[in-house]
């Protein structure tokens, strides 16, 4: 029997917070700014965009050109670690149901990688019960959530382009870049047929931050998902993290798999366990204070595998709704050709790492068969090549007539293939829609009761399936896509989907958008947190991740997390300094 | 410090925090840049592990290896602009490309079997043994999907898999990005569409745009 005890840290910590993604990188960050004594638990490695870089990397550095791997499911180049599966950590599922749950265990967590579209909820995202009567309104409104809003703006940095949109609130923008040029083709058509179009909003610095002389500038190199080496786009390591640490005030404790969130006789939270990835030990640090940010789903797991004897079912979960609302954003996409693109002339068309403009949701939900919206993402343009670069020329060069002005039979080889490459390079383009489900009680994780991964800890089971909601909206957004690339004098080159599969719908979990796990209400039988993201059952246990999401609306949650997180960690200050937790 | 300075440190990388070391190396071209042992992007153990367990292992046969050179440097071959996909090493792209994507590997090894046995039957020798002459005809009769004669279906799906890898495996080297005239993947300031490109699509930004788009101080 090997020797098997568990050690303790002798350090008696005010806040112990799990997870250094927006959440917790943001809990960590106005914690210290406070001076608060402070341990950060990370399951994955330490990262830092500066010193781990794929930035400004070339295609032939990856020895597989960047292609996709178990271990970096976006490629080689991307920034985050993991993906929809990891080795030894599996989860399973209910029914034959779907979910496909995208890890990334790493500092900073899958703020690494993500798109940087930071939009705010609008009013309406707060109170869609008002309005349509599914699901629920949160306690909040808009106006509680505002100010913080303001303060993330200012703090991390947004570009984008003052609008007065009822349900699409500005924020404090930096300048937004130009549109590359199928983007202005894009933006033509789309007027045409009454789809607004209007500059997008990311998470990168296209002036540098006044008074933050940590972060540079964008130079447009179009790899936001890479990671930063001047720190000029958003990502809870490099923005948050790094100045938390800095403070002096965080110890950050990599590669700690949380376990159990530890409870007294009183039923008070007074810290956590995991277990040391490196040496396999198990580990206690203990806090006044515990903030979970491990994602929406890591952190309905650690809450239900926190049974005690006076929590049978797991840790705030009196409501016996941890897990349950569990939901995405819905996704579909389509691909267009652009036949007056080809034989383009060259030019550095990179920008920004993302689209320099993007649809908001335009119509009125009462007039169409399915309650909620989506809104539209675009991509195109000279890209820089990557594994897949050509592949299915047989589908193109068929279609239309080369630089010769003759249409030759399909696929071919030779010299003349070699020019198709060249010529109808950067004359594709494609759009996604990303939507909002409706929360359901019936959509959920709970833990598998036969299922332990490889720290013996308790898995996930996932139980979810989309309804008739969101597979209309999927078509409605299909049929928008045919329109718009019609429109545009293009072809559609795949995406045409049907009935026979929900119009493409992404399998839940996909858009990497999962929320509502934890949500917050003021009835403690309906709701897992309060306003503030503190439990109801357990008074110093804070949830900062999507879970306390109510509804997830048709915008990305990262602004509303960060935003959530910054209002939770001053409400959190306010209750020690009078010393109700 | 303005933005041109500020590019100009980029590109140079000397200052500061605002460097990185890899930004010097990344923006020279690597032949001019005395590259560090291993890989030149950020590996996990994990991933540095598998990697040089798939380096060592070997795939394809030479006999094989010589049918990939041969059929990639048809698909891609030398012209005015650039080399052939021989010269970009596609075929060691290939070689490990399947050892990294075991799903390419019954279907490249079944292929090239394909391939020969065809030959065998039409022109009783293996295809790198075949004339150009032959191997005309028989890429001529596998190459274009759409009026290929249903009895060599499956040589067409292994033409369009090795079609696939080499147009990637070659466009995605140094000879074929170049040969693409991709301009990017440097440090530089976005201001949109180059003026002769909008002339040439009848486009224009409009005022509002001009207005509120970023920018620069120099």
Redesign the interface.
């Known amino acids: 029997m090997p020797d098997f005890q568990i050690r303790k840290n002798p350090k008696k910590y005010e806040v112990c917070i799990v997870g250094s993604g927006a959440g917790g990188g943001m809990a960590a960050y106005m914690l210290a700014q406070a001076g608060v004594k402070v341990v950060l638990l990370e399951a994955g490695p330490m990262y830092d965009p500066r010193k781990n870089v794929t930035q400004l990397k070339w295609p032939w550095e990856s020895l597989r050109r960047g292609a996709s791997t178990p271990f970096r499911h976006f490629g080689d180049f991307d920034a985050a670690y993991g993906g929809w599966e990891l080795e030894g950590e599996p989860y399973t599922h209910k029914n034959n149901t779907q979910f496909d749950w995208f890890r990334s265990r790493m500092l900073g967590g899958r703020t690494n990688h993500w798109g940087r579209i930071s939009l705010r909820f609008g009013p309406k995202d707060f109170k869609r019960k008002s309005i349509d009567g599914l699901g629920d309104d949160w306690p909040i409104g808009y106006s509680d959530v505002a100010p913080y809003y303001d303060r993330v703006d200012q703090l991390i940095g947004v570009f984008g382009s003052t609008e007065h949109l009822p349900n699409d609130p500005d924020s404090i923008f930096l300048p937004p870049p130009k549109p590359r040029l199928h983007e202005l083709m894009i933006k033509e058509a789309a007027t045409k047929i009454n789809i607004p179009v209007i500059p997008s909003r990311l998470s990168i610095l296209t002036k540098p931050l006044p008074n933050n002389t940590d972060r540079g500038a964008c130079f447009y190199c179009a790899q936001c998902n890479r990671g930063c080496t001047v720190y000029g786009d958003f990502s809870s390591s490099s923005v948050l993290v790094n100045p938390a640490l800095k403070s002096g005030h965080v110890d950050l404790i990599t590669n700690a798999m949380a376990r159990e969130i530890l409870t007294d006789d009183s039923g008070l939270a007074t810290g956590v366990s995991y277990v040391d990835k490196n040496d396999l030990q198990e580990y206690e640090v203990s806090a006044r204070v515990v903030i979970l940010a491990a994602s929406a789903c890591e952190s309905a797991r650690l809450l239900l595998n926190s049974k005690t004897s006076r929590f049978p079912n797991g840790l705030a979960n009196s409501s016996n709704l941890v897990g349950r609302y569990l939901h995405d954003s819905t996704g579909t996409s389509m691909g267009g050709f652009l036949p007056s693109l080809v034989g383009r002339k060259r030019y550095n068309e990179d920008g920004v790492g993302g689209m320099h403009v993007y649809t908001p949701w335009w119509l009125d939900n009462k007039k169409l068969d399915f309650p909620r919206g989506y809104h539209i993402e675009y991509w195109g343009g000279m890209g820089m090549p990557g594994y897949g670069f050509g592949f299915g020329m047989q589908n193109t060069n068929g279609k239309f007539p080369g630089r010769d002005g003759h249409v030759r039979p399909a696929g071919g080889y030779g010299a003349s293939l070699k020019d198709d490459y060249r010529y109808f390079y950067g004359a594709s383009f494609g759009m996604a829609g990303r939507g909002e489900a409706v929360a359901r009680e019936d959509n959920y994780c709970e833990i598998d009761p036969n299922t332990v991964d490889k720290y013996g800890i308790p898995v996930l089971r996932f139980h979810y399936k989309w309804s008739e909601f969101e597979v209309k909206q999927a078509r409605h957004m299909k049929e928008t896509f045919q329109e718009l690339i019609e429109k545009m004098g293009a072809i559609v080159t795949w995406g045409k989907d049907g009935a026979e599969n929900d119009y493409g719908l992404e399998t839940p979990g996909r858009i990497i958008h999962e929320v509502g796990t934890t949500r917050m209400g003021s009835d403690p039988k309906k709701s897992v947190v309060n306003e503030y993201n503190q439990a109801h059952d357990c008074k110093n246990l804070f949830v900062v991740d999507g879970g306390p999401f109510v509804s997830q609306a048709d915008k990305n949650p990262t602004w509303t997390i960060l935003a959530l997180a910054m209002r939770a960690s001053e409400y959190i200050m306010e209750e020690m300094k009078k010393q109700n937790v | 410090m303005d933005?041109r300075k500020?590019?100009k440190t980029?590109a140079v990388g000397t200052v500061g925090?605002?460097s990185?070391p890899?930004?010097l190396s990344?923006?020279e071209s690597?032949n001019e840049v005395a590259k560090p042992a291993g890989?030149?992007?950020?590996r996990?153990p994990?991933?540095l592990a598998?990697?040089a367990k798939?380096?060592g292992d070997k795939f394809f046969d030479e006999h094989e290896m010589k049918t990939i050179a041969l059929l990639a440097d048809?698909?891609?071959?030398r012209?005015d602009?650039s080399g052939s996909a021989t010269d970009a090493k596609v075929p060691d792209?290939i070689e490990?490309?399947v050892k990294?994507?075991p799903r390419h590997q019954v279907p490249m090894r079944g292929g090239l079997k394909w391939l020969d046995v065809h030959c065998m039957k039409h022109h009783s020798q293996a295809f790198i043994n075949c004339s150009e002459a032959q191997q005309t005809e028989v890429?001529d009769a596998i190459?274009?999907?759409?009026?290929a004669q249903p009895e060599v279906q499956q040589g067409v799906a292994f033409?369009?898999l090795m079609?696939?890898l080499t147009?990637?495996?070659?466009?995605?080297?140094?000879i074929?990005?170049k040969?693409?005239?991709?301009?990017?993947?440097?440090?530089?300031?976005?201001?949109?569409?180059?003026a002769?490109?909008?002339a040439?699509?009848g486009?224009a930004?409009d005022a509002r745009?001009?207005d509120?788009?970023?920018?620069y101080d120099s």
Not at chain 2, 39 to 42: E, F, Q
Not at chain 2, 74 to 77: A, D, K, T
Not at chain 2, 143 to 147: C, G, L, Q
Not at chain 2, 212 to 215: P, R
Request: some cysteine; proline content about 7%.
């Open positions: 933005r500020y590019l980029l925090t605002l990185a890899a930004l990344s923006c690597p890989p030149s992007i950020d996990t994990a991933e598998h990697e798939l380096m048809l698909i891609i071959p012209d602009v792209f490990f490309i990294d994507m890429l190459a274009f999907p759409e009026r033409f369009n079609r696939d147009a990637t495996g070659f466009f995605t080297s140094e074929g990005l040969d693409l005239g991709y301009q990017g993947n440097r440090p530089n300031q976005w201001d949109g569409v180059p002769d490109v909008l040439q699509y486009l930004y745009t001009l509120i788009s970023v920018k």
